[in-house]
């Protein structure tokens, strides 16, 4: 039987969701219990490789099992196992070919950033810097990112292809804390920790709109801007075609 499982995840407690020799990571974990649950080994496929210290409010995973149980009862099987860091909110059946990451649509990811004075209780879950933000100078270089672009200058690592689309950025205040939501097809490693970090260098005059668009119209020419931490990144929800 195929399932497709659904899960929040607190990533200050893990090095990242792939699984990495013997660190905790949530791809470890759950295999592990599910391997317990199947009495036999699992690989799971992940929509995102989220990163260490990175969250997720509605991650997705997809593997196979030898043995037949319903989604409920699987749901709480696995919650017994890998709580309290992880909790698995919806279990699935679907098709066999289906695959986690090769079938998503689109993604959202949401970067918070505490705009009160520091709170030691939200340190590993938010930015919090220690200056001013300008919101309407980085409202302005987010209208930059949206449709098709190159993001070599906004990816870490090499890839053979840096092309994405962003369909929407936007800006909300919660409590003091502003959540910028990203919506896009796909996103490559520490990207929208690079455009969160590269909007805060033109709040703070570090480099300015124009440096931006730069960066963006010649991807062969590099250039290098901030990285907001990972403690104020969430995915946030997956949508399958």
Partial sequence: ???????????????????????????????????????????????????RGVHAYDQQASFSLDITIDEEHLKLALNSL?????????????????????NVLKKEYIYK??????????????????????????KKCAKLFLGVHNFKNFVSGSRTNYD???????????????????????????MVRNLVGAMLDVSTKKNTIEEIKEALDNPEKPKQFSTALPSGLYLNKVLYK
Avoid: W
Wanted: charged share 25%; glycine share 4%.
């Fill in 113 to 138: 950033i505490n705009l009160r004075e520091f709170d030691p209780f939200l340190e590993d879950y938010t930015l919090q810097p220690n200056y001013n933000i300008d919101i309407k100078s980085m």
């Fill in 1 to 51: 039987m195929h399932y497709l499982i659904s899960m929040k995840y607190d990533g200050s407690k893990f090095y990242g969701f792939q699984r990495l020799n013997e660190n905790p990571s949530v791809q470890k974990t759950l295999e592990e219990a599910l391997t317990i649950i199947n009495k036999k080994e699992v690989i799971i496929k992940g929509a995102g490789r989220t990163d």
């Fill in 164 to 190: 994405c689309i962003i369909y929407d950025i936007s800006f909300r205040i919660k409590k003091n804390i502003l959540e910028i939501s990203f919506v896009g097809q796909s996103f490559y490693r520490y």
């Fill in 82 to 102: 890998v709580k309290p860091y992880i909790y698995i909110t919806k279990v699935s059946i679907v098709p066999n070919n289906f695959h986690a990451r090769f």
